[in-house]
């Protein structure tokens, strides 16, 4: 009876990508609405589905959820990604957290102007691998394991995977002061990704992956 | 050996409030130490991202940002709900107030366009997040926002309501149940103990005018 998570969205990455990772990874199939004009979204809003007017919506087991970070939340801990007790969630949640707020400002860095654009990147990436890099590196290397937490797959591995494809896409290299980042948390590893670099355009099931390879920018 | 959580910030609300006010919820006793502190443990490492405040020692942890801090305190403390989809849902409504609460945080540091900024900010809470919050006070339960007991959402939309109207007094006006709602949470026991005990709590952001409550 369980019907499959809806989204709704705009026809890109932006927010919704990384719930479309954890989907993905927890092997749920899924359905997209995407928003294409005003009126779609008006509607979404006169219905009462948004609850402070904002989307990512997701539709899920007779909930109509939105906020980014509670469905993602929900997720992990639906398909037991948040670790096995609450000081591993904790643990998970610092690391997401700082990955995310990295994330966001390689997602924002396209709306600046772009006198600033080149500016912008740089710096993002000198952050990057200065203040956040170094920490999961480290991470990774005090308890030798081939995920951050816990020895097990989880949130944390998948919202830093979605990273470093992000700034790898921006800068190919930008792994090249961090062994153990590159060798472990390759997506490569993880075969529930393994659909992620084979495009396969005709089949249904995967075509919702294949805006993972869309280019820079939330919307086309 | 469990001692108090120790709380590391500035002498100042900023993105502690929120942390504070759940704690308090909880009738948990903090101790706090401000900013000096802060230096030796860049050196010592503690620090995961750098420099990283505000940080939270409990349970032998030494917890960083915001958010995750945010998470513990309801799961460790009972005040998540009592399921996912209650959890689920209590997490929706904290984040999206937390955008008003963000707003209204970051008004001191904004430019000189200050007076524009306020009311943007006040429109945006009287028509886009306060009928939320309103419609939300109104549907169930005769104390409480979710389930039967305390929850993160009931902490937050107080302290976001507080907020508010230090910036405009007369900003519940046209939100009868969140006026209920406000009185309300002022004799919930643990808030009601812990607000009045610790003046230093209502510090505006970054300057030393002590707000009342």
């Not at chain 1, 396209?110 to 170094?134: G, H, V």
């Not at chain 1, 002061?177 to 396969?200: G, I």
Request: contains cysteine; hydrophobic residues 45%.
């Amino acid at each position: 009876m369980a019907a499959r998570p809806k989204l709704y969205y705009f026809r890109g990455r932006g927010r919704m990508e990384s719930i479309r990772w954890l989907l993905a990874a927890a092997g749920e199939e899924f359905e997209e609405e995407f928003l294409e004009t005003r009126e779609q979204y008006e509607k979404l809003q006169k219905d009462g589905r948004l609850l402070f007017g904002q989307v990512p919506l997701v539709e899920m087991d007779g909930m109509v959820l939105t906020q980014t970070r509670a469905i993602l939340s929900y997720l992990a801990a639906k398909y037991n990604f948040y670790g096995k007790d609450l000081k591993e969630r904790v643990r998970m949640d610092m690391y997401i957290d700082g990955t995310q707020v990295l994330m966001m400002m390689i997602i924002m860095a396209p709306f600046k102007f772009p006198e600033e654009k080149q500016e912008t990147l740089a710096s993002i990436m000198q952050k990057a691998k200065t203040r956040y890099l170094p920490a999961f590196e480290k991470i990774l290397n005090d308890h030798g394991e081939d995920f951050l937490v816990g020895n097990k797959f989880s949130w944390a591995d998948i919202q830093l995977l979605e990273a470093i494809l992000m700034m790898e896409e921006r800068s190919a290299s930008v792994l090249s002061d961090f062994p153990l980042l590159k060798v472990v948390m390759n997506v490569k590893n993880f075969p529930v990704f393994s659909a992620f670099k084979a495009l396969l355009p005709g089949k249904a099931k995967l075509t919702h992956l294949s805006l993972l390879l869309l280019p820079l920018g939330p919307t086309r | 050996m469990e001692g108090k959580p120790r709380l590391h910030y500035f002498n100042g609300r900023g993105r502690m409030e929120c942390i504070r006010w759940l704690l308090a919820a909880a009738g948990v006793e903090v101790r706090c130490g401000f900013i000096q502190i802060i230096f030796k443990l860049i050196q010592g490492g503690t620090l995961m991202y750098g420099q990283h405040l505000p940080m939270v020692e409990t349970h032998g942890m030494n917890l960083v940002e915001t958010r995750a801090i945010l998470r513990y305190i309801p799961a460790k403390y009972d005040l998540y709900g009592g399921n996912l989809k209650e959890q689920a849902w209590i997490h929706m409504y904290v984040e999206g107030l937390n955008d008003l609460s963000n707003m209204i945080m970051f008004l001191p540091l904004s430019l000189p366009e200050e007076e524009m900024n306020l009311a943007y900010i006040l429109e945006k809470a009287t028509t886009r997040f306060f009928p939320v919050c309103e419609k939300v006070s109104n549907q169930l339960l005769p104390y409480f926002l979710v389930c039967n007991w305390l929850s993160w959402a009931d902490t937050q939309q107080p302290k976001i309501i507080l907020m508010t109207e230090e910036c405009k007094p007369s900003v519940l006006l046209g939100f009868p149940l969140l006026q209920k709602f406000k009185a309300r949470s002022k004799s919930i026991e643990t808030v009601k103990n812990t607000f009045k005990l610790e003046r230093g709590m209502f510090l505006k952001n970054m300057t030393s005018t002590v707000a009342e409550y």
